[in-house]
């Protein structure tokens, strides 16, 4: 009743403001320009500076006005907040007036991505604007639900209201489109559950909902939207299985839903000739279970298959082969098992291959050195057995991210790896049995970013050229038998400013000495440093303080001496600082106050004496963080003894 109230109040709106049309001259129809400022009065701010040229009552003299010659009523605004011919981001801060609503002859209303326009959609948009054909209220900070009379908007085309906070549900009224082509509602906070009555939208093209709080099934009704080339349901909280009226979907070619709670099968294609455009498929991080059907093979347009993180299993379908576009394949976290099928070596466009995290088996088939255009490969952590590295790897003349790890390989690193036809940039073989000494060749792998040999039984030192890296970004060596010093992986000049290395863990081996030459070099972009459990002897440096980009430093379970050093109250952007079990001692620094976003501190088992500087953070941490320490007093241990007493 109430919704019905509404729309005769604004027929009668309509009808009573209908007759100021004027004819074609500078000024505006009085409606048109009482809409459009107050639109102007309630913004506060416009960065661009295009509503300080709205001034008198030619309207449609204005910028990103458009007027009907005929009649000299306004047809069009655009205000973006991208200005694009001049690539200018611009912002108007203010509410969105409800009387926008007068402007009764609009057909597009852009205000897209103006960040600071905010407040809520007119109710009334739907029964005052009949001419609407595209909405652009995207990228904003609107709240309130989507007006339920948008659905009386007979000739809307295109209505994108994603990246706002908009919240509520999908209304039902969206399914009377008969002309709307996309609808974008994505990275907003809508709840409920997608109505039957999307399914009637047989002309909509695009259909993104992503990034919200939907729930419940997804619709057989989909099924119905013919059109459909793009749909993403993806980063909600749908459940159920997928409908098979999926296959119905003769024109789709892109199908996101992942991100949700899905389960049952993958019910597409039942057979050949279903969804033959289907090039981008994402069904990732659901609860999905059954096999990789056979008939996935029919699906010979698909480019990009992401299917990480459910519970299929089986063996991967010998079909894979018929998928000659298919260019990155991601099957990790899962429970596939067998081997992987010959008819892979098919694949000639393919860029990446990820089956990490699953049961598949030896023998890794000789097929797969045909993958000449492949650039990434990882089949970490199944139970294949290795023993050593496959030598036709070599031979593969596009790869360049080699992850092997947890593969069972055995005995040293293999020197084939540094004559690699393509220069190797990511480099995990960690959580495998290696023994040895890390090989000097690994310095002259000039474009290296990620080594990562943790977790073996790798002996001897640093090799000096590991000093030749110019792009090492990440050297996580950590669990190894490694001894001498850890001097060579931080005195280094890079020819990056402040260096390239941004994670460096070193923890449990055998290191002895090093500690001296922590930010002297020129490595000084380390956001995370783990030297813990090592056999470390020193003092900390001064240049430590020169890590102004550190996030986390744990040196814990060494044998570190002297005192705290007062620079560490440089390093402001700590979150994490452990620096348990050394031997350091004398009083906690007062400046350790200034550390604001320290969340985990640990102090114990050392020999520091005095008062916990008193306040935030040092008072928030429990009892535990400071323990150990005989000398120690105050604030959240015991209280200090007064002198003298």
């Known amino acids: 009743m109430a919704y019905q109230l509404l729309q005769i109040v604004a027929l009668l709106t309509v009808v009573t403001l209908g007759g100021a049309i004027r004819k074609a001259t500078g000024a505006c129809s009085s409606d048109d320009l009482e809409g459009l400022m107050g639109f102007k009065n309630g913004i506060q701010m416009d960065t661009s500076g295009r509503l300080a040229k709205w001034v008198g009552r030619s309207c449609c003299e204005w910028e990103g006005i458009v007027c009907d010659n005929a009649t000299t009523r306004v047809t069009q605004i655009h205000l973006p907040g991208l200005i694009e011919k001049d690539l200018f981001q611009t912002q108007m801060v203010g509410q969105l007036s409800p009387s926008i609503t007068l402007l009764t002859s609009l057909e597009i209303l852009d205000l897209g991505g103006l960040v600071g326009l905010s407040g809520t959609i007119p109710q009334t948009i739907g029964l005052q604007m009949p001419k609407l054909q595209k909405l652009y209220l995207y990228g904003n900070n609107f709240t309130g639900p989507v007006p339920e009379s948008i659905g009386d908007l007979p000739n809307l085309q295109e209505l994108a209201l994603h990246e706002n906070r908009i919240s ?48 419940g099934h997804i619709p057989n009704s989909i099924g119905q939207m013919q059109a459909l080339e793009k749909l993403d349901l993806s980063s909600n909280m749908l459940s159920g299985s997928i409908p098979s009226s999926l296959t119905n979907l003769t024109a789709i070619s892109v199908l996101y839903m992942d991100t949700n709670y899905l389960v049952g099968t993958i019910p597409f294609p039942s057979r050949s000739g279903e ?22 093979g029919y699906l010979v347009s698909l480019q990009r ?59 890794l088939p000789q ?31 596009s ?21 690699t036809q393509s220069p190797i940039q990511e480099l995990d073989l960690s959580v495998n049995l290696l023994s040895g000494p890390i090989p ?59 260096g390239s290395l941004t994670y460096i863990d070193l923890s449990d081996n055998n290191f002895s000495s090093g500690v001296e030459a922590i930010g002297v070099g020129g490595q000084l972009n380390i956001q995370y440093l783990n030297l813990s459990h090592n056999l470390l002897k020193g003092t900390l440096p001064s240049s430590l303080g020169r890590l102004n980009s550190i996030h986390s430093l744990d040196l814990s379970f060494n044998e570190l001496a002297s005192n705290l050093p007062e620079v560490l109250e440089k390093l402001t952007l700590l979150e994490r600082l452990k620096l348990q079990s050394n031997h350091f001692s004398g009083n906690i620094p007062s400046g350790f106050l200034k550390l604001r976003k320290l969340k985990e501190l640990d102090l114990s088992d050392n020999v520091l004496e005095g008062e916990i500087p008193e306040g935030k953070p040092l008072i928030d941490f429990p009892g535990s963080t400071y323990s150990g320490n005989k000398g120690l007093c105050g604030k959240p241990l015991s209280p200090c003894k007064l002198r003298g007493l």
């Open 168 to 215: 509520g549900s999908i209304p039902s009224s969206l399914g009377s489109f008969r002309n709307l082509k996309r609808l974008m509602l994505y990275s907003n906070q809508i709840s409920g559950t997608i109505p039957l009555t999307l399914g009637n939208l047989t002309n909509l093209v695009e259909l993104d909902v992503h990034d919200n709080a939907l729930m």
């Open 275 to 296: 969804m033959p455009y289907l090039g981008f498929l994402r069904l990732h991080n659901n609860h999905l279970s059954g096999d990789i059907p056979p008939s996935f």
């Open 305 to 363: 298959v992401l299917l990480s993180n459910n519970k299929l299993e089986g063996a991967l379908p010998s079909s894979l082969g018929n998928l000659h576009s298919l260019t990155q394949l991601y099957l990790s976290g899962n429970s596939l098992s067998g081997q992987i099928p010959k008819s892979i070596g098919r694949l000639s466009q393919l860029i990446m291959l990820n089956i990490s995290n699953n049961l598949i088996e030896w023998p």
């Open 367 to 397: 097929e797969m050195s045909s993958l000449q255009n492949l650039q990434a490969l990882d089949i970490s952590f199944n139970p294949l057995n290795l023993s050593s590295i496959p030598p036709w790897l070599t031979s593969l003349s």
């Open 399 to 419: 790869l360049s991210r080699i992850y092997l790890a947890g593969c069972g390989i055995k005995g040293q690193i293999p020197d084939f790896l540094q004559t």
């Open 440 to 498: 000097s060749w690994i310095g002259s792998l000039s474009q290296l970013y990620l080594l990562n040999l943790s977790r073996n039984s790798l002996d001897s030192h640093i090799p000096d050229a590991l000093k030749n890296l110019p792009d090492l970004g990440v050297l996580d060596l950590h669990s190894n038998k490694l001894t001498g010093s850890i001097t060579g992986v931080f005195d280094t000049e890079q020819g990056n400013s402040g």
